[in-house]
């Protein structure tokens, strides 16, 4: 009995085996979380090396320039003043604050003086509400029925139609939208906030559709105006419809200036604004869309900017010849342009022979 009891009882050196295979276990893991910290902190320091070469000021200039424009806003035009206290004329309601005696003790005031002050507000506005009568009848010459229409009418809908807002109220809706960029709903809440006009954000966008569709005639009028110019300035930038992508197109000079949006950025929108028999300069950048064989025959001149900042690139990358001819070029450019500056002051032939 007493030598079978020994058979169960465990031999110490599996436990010892099991003891050091829980320690081992134990130990893996400690070295394996060492190990991915390890890693993390190289990374840690490796950033902080590449920090301490990176260049403390990326996007400034490679090449210093030779008379900088001095730091800080540009003086203003005239003499800065006060603001200049308004004239009786213009002075529409005055207030009077009297003090009859020391407002901490109720004592009588001697050697007391008059003071002024002026306060420029806007005045609380309701929204005028004009009520329309129009006549209808049945002519029996014409055989149908005609209406009257006052020249301030923009609409002849009556009935449940028949509540329309103003054009200055539209204007200023269209103006808060597409010049100051707010969005249809803002324009809804600041004209019920400031005027009390209820118009839903749908309304607004209808207006505008409306207004442009009235526009469109003076829309084409300057198009006619700026094909027949001498000379027309063209650029694009990138631009948003709602999440699509597009472009805004203008071509100006002194006289007018015609804006076009459009999904592409092709040469198709400069012959569409422009026309195929345009016989202007047309001043553009290097963009390729200027230069498609369609515009061939077209007379044309490059930004002067545009050039002066790409040879100043070459100058910078480049090596050799392309350096002097870099350096050359900018010469005649920047006398050409000092020429320009010069030629309200000098005689035309001094002027042909210097150009």
Same mark, same amino acid.
């Given at each position: 009995?007493?030598?079978?009891?020994?058979?169960?009882?465990?031999?110490?050196?599996?436990?010892? $085996?099991?003891?050091?295979?829980?320690?081992?276990?134990? !130990?893996?893991? @400690?070295?394996?979380?060492?190990?991915?910290?390890?890693?993390?902190?190289?990374?840690?320091?490796?950033?902080?090396?590449?920090? +301490?070469?990176?260049?403390? !000021?990326?996007?400034?200039?490679?090449?210093?320039?030779?008379?900088?424009?001095?730091?800080?806003?540009?003086?203003?035009?005239?003499?800065?003043?006060?603001?200049?206290?308004?004239?009786?004329?213009?002075?529409?309601?005055?207030?009077?604050?009297?003090?009859?005696?020391?407002?901490?003790?109720?004592?009588?005031?001697?050697?007391?003086?008059?003071?002024?002050?002026?306060?420029?507000?806007?005045?609380?506005?309701?929204?005028?509400? $004009?009520?329309?009568?129009?006549?209808? +009848?049945?002519?029996?010459?014409?055989?149908?029925?005609?209406?009257?229409?006052?020249?301030?009418?923009?609409?002849?809908?009556?009935?449940?139609? %028949?509540?329309?807002?103003?054009?200055?109220?539209?204007?200023?809706?269209?103006?808060?939208?597409?010049?100051?960029?707010?969005?249809? %709903?803002?324009?809804?809440?600041?004209?019920?906030?400031?005027? %009390?006009?209820?118009?839903?954000?749908?309304?607004?966008?209808? !207006?505008?559709?409306?207004?442009?569709?009235?526009?469109?005639?003076?829309?084409?009028? @300057?198009?006619?105006?700026?094909?027949?110019?001498? +000379?027309?300035?063209?650029?694009?930038?990138?631009?948003? $419809? +709602?999440?699509?992508?597009?472009?805004?197109?203008?071509?100006?000079?002194?006289?007018?200036?015609?804006?076009?949006?459009?999904?592409?950025?092709?040469?198709?929108?400069?012959?569409?604004?422009?026309?195929?028999?345009?016989? %202007?300069?047309?001043?553009?950048?290097?963009?390729?869309?200027?230069?498609?064989?369609?515009?061939?025959?077209?007379?044309?001149?490059?930004?002067?900017?545009?050039?002066?900042?790409?040879?100043?690139?070459?100058?910078?990358?480049?090596?050799?010849?392309?350096?002097?001819?870099?350096?050359?070029?900018?010469? $005649?450019?920047?006398?050409?342009?000092?020429?320009?500056?010069?030629? !309200?002051?000098?005689?035309?032939?001094?002027?042909?022979?210097?150009?």
């Amino acid at each position: 009995m007493r030598k079978q009891h020994d058979k169960t009882l465990p031999d110490p050196k599996d436990q010892r $085996i099991a003891e050091l295979e829980v320690q081992l276990a134990q !130990a893996l893991a @400690l070295i394996q979380k060492l190990q991915k910290q390890l890693e993390r902190l190289q990374a840690e320091v490796e950033e902080l090396r590449r920090a +301490g070469k990176r260049q403390a !000021a990326p996007f400034a200039r490679q090449k210093l320039v030779e008379k900088p424009k001095r730091p800080g806003r540009k003086a203003g035009q005239g003499q800065f003043t006060r603001r200049q206290k308004p004239t009786v004329e213009q002075v529409t309601e005055t207030k009077v604050a009297p003090l009859h005696g020391c407002p901490e003790c109720g004592g009588e005031l001697s050697g007391i003086c008059e003071h002024e002050q002026f306060v420029a507000d806007i005045p609380v506005v309701e929204p005028i509400i $004009i009520r329309s009568v129009t006549f209808s +009848g049945y002519c029996p010459d014409c055989h149908k029925r005609v209406r009257s229409q006052h020249p301030e009418q923009t609409s002849q809908a009556v009935g449940a139609a %028949g509540v329309w807002v103003g054009p200055r109220a539209k204007a200023l809706a269209a103006d808060l939208k597409h010049r100051l960029g707010a969005s249809y %709903g803002k324009v809804s809440e600041a004209l019920n906030d400031a005027f %009390g006009l209820q118009v839903s954000r749908s309304g607004w966008c209808q !207006a505008d559709q409306r207004l442009a569709e009235t526009a469109r005639p003076v829309y084409q009028d @300057l198009m006619s105006v700026v094909r027949r110019c001498s +000379g027309v300035h063209a650029h694009e930038t990138g631009w948003r $419809i +709602g999440t699509l992508s597009a472009w805004l197109w203008v071509f100006t000079n002194r006289e007018v200036s015609v804006y076009a949006i459009r999904d592409n950025r092709s040469s198709d929108v400069v012959i569409e604004i422009l026309g195929r028999e345009f016989k %202007g300069v047309l001043v553009s950048d290097c963009f390729m869309a200027y230069d498609e064989k369609r515009l061939a025959d077209w007379l044309k001149q490059k930004c002067a900017g545009h050039l002066l900042r790409e040879l100043n690139e070459m100058e910078e990358s480049k090596a050799g010849r392309a350096v002097r001819f870099a350096q050359q070029l900018t010469e $005649i450019l920047q006398a050409a342009l000092a020429l320009k500056a010069e030629k !309200a002051n000098l005689e035309t032939n001094t002027f042909s022979q210097r150009a």
